[in-house]
């Protein structure tokens, strides 16, 4: 490997492309060359650093410094003035990314934006590396955690018993403890199934992403798709499974292709495969496309999805993790979940506990939208007040509106009043309040927002996705939007909202599967929270 | 000929019915699964027809129907919509005289909603054939339907 004094290197992500970063790129290696210096600066493709709308960004390194909105014209100036003389050209540079906020702080008072500091995990290398060159990844330290393993010989019970330490919770939604999962499914007896031969057991990545508004996992298989192969391999290593597979939605080409790439390099560098690091395990990857069903992130309906079906959800219990892929024990895990997981076992779990709170060791990823002057994505520790993510990261109600609400979680979500908001982003804390971390999606609204038309547009959403399967989800959505649609559009009765309420309850008591049962909640919190807003709605202001 | 070599490259169990649906649409330049390509879905795989058909109905991204040169795809979920995205859908309507699950008589739209894109952060969104259109308005959309007309 050639050592560069100064990487380029250029986020790329739908919203860079869009804004022409291949042909930013293209000119900055025409004029690198022109000047022959493609020697000592390297330009290279990173996953995006999550900030968007903010055109093709390019960072400089090991300077920190940004370019925001670059355009192919500004090249030769950057090039000439910063790479060549060391001078920031001025006026298009943007402060280095961890003071960023120190720059802000001077203007405004306070530390805002998304380029201020954050702690990331599992999005350590996904803004620094090209994730389509494992020589990068290498060199940056990925496959730390299977190289310490196997070195070590770290038996798959020791692996198990460090991730329970660690605290690992998933982060898909439900918070469920990673190491207690992976030993319920290394524990079950693995019975003889109807296709595959006996004694199989199976680790599924669940990349079905599709709560609205969250973009997590599409970062961190775009930005390092190698971490989720060496997180994969652990895990299969740990509960005993040969084989595992990725479920990603159709919809994520770039996310498909990357991952793709990278399974064929680790398997050229012995890190995936027949005899990983000779160590004696083999683990072989592959990757399933979705086809356009949220239905399909809930775990039993992506197994059905898998195994080439509708994807219904299964009854549960049993659960996956002794009934699951080909009726064969499966450990179904988040991409955020098992991107951790490689850290934990390079660094160890004490050093993971150290981070977050005591019930919710770790980061998490939120993706900040809506009316925010910075939306975007931030890795931070969990529990960070939901006040710092939307003022601190999120720089604030834009056009210097008033806030009103924020729904966290996603559709499947619940609407916060301004009276929460300075609640701590853990699952612990969030319950306590009735409230719900979800995929970590935090939209916010501002003052001028209606929340009558937010819940009908929930309400459209669950009704187009229930998979139709059980009574109460399949009837139980569209009378909820019948409901809310009428009441939008002013000719709300009389108990309209006790019925949507009742018939929300229901559902969550009666549906098959957390589709069915979750619309409650951004139902129960929008009537709760916005109370008066609903009852105007219904002309009937002031009398409840 | 096409078909079969789609097929060749899976194994005929059941759990690659999405893959060789998602190709043998891919495939397609009218973007859709055909009659034929559902029963020789159903042949390799071994699965009963109507089975085949149960799970290309399923998904959103399957269509028995033909459709348009460019399949344009606006996202209708809460982020989207708090950003105006009826607006949007208002606005392809009326430029493209279809409704949602239409395609336009010259075959060259067709208008289809989708859920999260993961695009959120440049709500509204919507993406055409592969590509994504973020912070989108109504003169935005004006363009590059009017592009795409003139790309004929």
């Known amino acids: 490997m050639s050592v560069f004094r100064t990487h380029v290197l250029l986020p790329v992500d739908e919203g860079t492309a869009q804004a022409g970063v291949f042909e930013v790129k293209r000119r900055l290696e025409k004029e690198l060359n022109a000047r022959q210096l493609l020697d000592e600066v390297k330009v290279l493709e990173s996953g995006s650093v999550g900030i968007v709308g903010k055109g093709v960004i390019l960072a400089v390194y090991p300077d920190r410094i940004y370019y925001f909105n670059v355009r192919e014209e500004d090249v030769p100036r950057i090039i000439d003035e910063h790479l060549l003389k060391g001078r920031v050209v001025a006026g298009l540079a943007h402060a280095p990314i961890a003071t960023m906020g120190a720059a802000k702080a001077a203007a405004r008072g306070a530390k805002v934006g998304l380029t201020r500091e954050q702690r990331r995990i599992v999005l350590d290398k996904a803004w620094t590396v090209d994730p389509e060159n494992i020589d990068e990844v290498l060199a940056a330290g990925g496959y730390k955690g299977i190289e310490k393993i196997f070195t070590d010989k770290i038996q798959p019970e020791a692996v198990i018993e460090e991730i329970k330490r660690s605290g690992l919770r998933g982060r898909g939604g439900a918070g469920f403890p990673t190491g207690m999962k992976w030993e319920f499914t290394r524990k079950a007896p693995s019975a003889a199934g109807r296709t595959a031969s006996g004694g199989e057991k199976f680790i599924i990545c669940n990349a079905d992403e599709g709560e609205p508004g969250t973009f997590k996992d599409r970062l961190i298989l775009e930005g390092d798709p190698h971490r989720l192969i060496e997180a994969m391999t ?311 | 000929m096409k078909r079969d070599k789609i097929l060749k490259q899976y194994e005929g169990t059941g759990d690659n019915l999405l893959a060789v649906l998602h190709d043998m649409q891919d495939a397609n330049p009218e973007h859709y699964l055909s009659d034929d390509d559902l029963r020789a879905a159903a042949d390799y795989l071994k699965l009963p027809y109507s089975f085949v058909y149960g799970v290309a109905t399923f998904y959103t991204m399957y269509s028995l129907k033909p459709r348009g040169k460019n399949l344009i795809r606006v996202c209708q979920s809460p982020p989207c919509h708090l950003l105006g995205s009826s607006t949007i859908s208002l606005e392809l309507i009326r430029l493209l005289g279809v409704g949602f699950g239409e395609t336009t008589p010259d075959k060259l739209f067709t208008l289809e909603m989708t859920s999260c894109l993961g695009v959120c952060g440049v709500a509204p969104a919507m993406m055409i054939n592969k590509r994504v259109y973020g912070n989108l308005t109504k003169e935005r959309i004006a363009e590059v339907i009017e592009g795409l007309r003139r790309a004929q």
């Open chain 1, 234 to 544: 652990i895990a299969g290593y740990a509960i005993g499974a040969g084989r595992g597979f990725v479920y990603i939605r159709g919809e994520y080409e770039l996310s498909i292709e990357r991952l793709r790439k990278a399974i064929s390099q680790a398997r050229k560098y012995g890190l995936l495969g027949k005899n990983i690091l000779e160590s004696g395990y083999s683990f072989e990857l592959e990757i399933r496309k979705g086809a356009g069903a949220y239905v399909c992130g809930e775990e039993t309906a992506l197994i059905e999805s898998l195994e080439g079906k509708r994807g219904n959800p299964r009854v549960k219990p049993p659960y996956p993790v002794t009934n699951g892929l080909w009726q064969k024990p499966t450990a179904v895990n988040n991409v955020e979940t098992l991107a951790n997981v490689p850290a934990i076992m390079a660094n160890g779990a004490e050093w993971f506990r150290k981070i977050g709170t005591d019930k919710c060791p770790g980061t998490k990823v939120f993706t900040i939208l809506g009316h925010v002057e910075y939306p975007g994505l931030v890795e931070t520790d969990m529990g960070t007040p939901l006040r710092e993510i939307i003022f601190g990261y999120g720089g604030g109600i834009r056009g210097g509106k008033k806030f009103k609400a924020a729904l966290l979680g996603g559709a499947a979500g619940v609407f916060l009043s301004e009276r929460l908001l300075d609640v701590k982003m853990d699952y612990e804390s969030l319950k306590e309040n009735k409230a719900v971390l979800g995929s970590g999606a935090v939209l916010v609204m501002d003052e001028e927002t209606s929340i009558v038309d937010m819940l009908f547009s929930i309400a459209k959403f669950f009704a187009h996705e229930s998979c139709g399967q059980c009574v109460p989800c399949r009837i139980g959505t569209h009378q909820i939007l019948d409901i809310i649609y009428r009441v939008r559009q002013g000719k709300g009765r009389e108990g309209d909202l006790e019925t949507i309420l009742a018939l929300a309850e229901a559902m969550f008591r009666s549906s098959l599967c957390p589709l069915g049962q979750s619309l409650v909640m951004p139902v129960r919190s929008a009537l709760e929270n916005f109370k008066d807003e609903f009852a105007m709605a219904i002309g009937h202001a002031g009398k409840s």
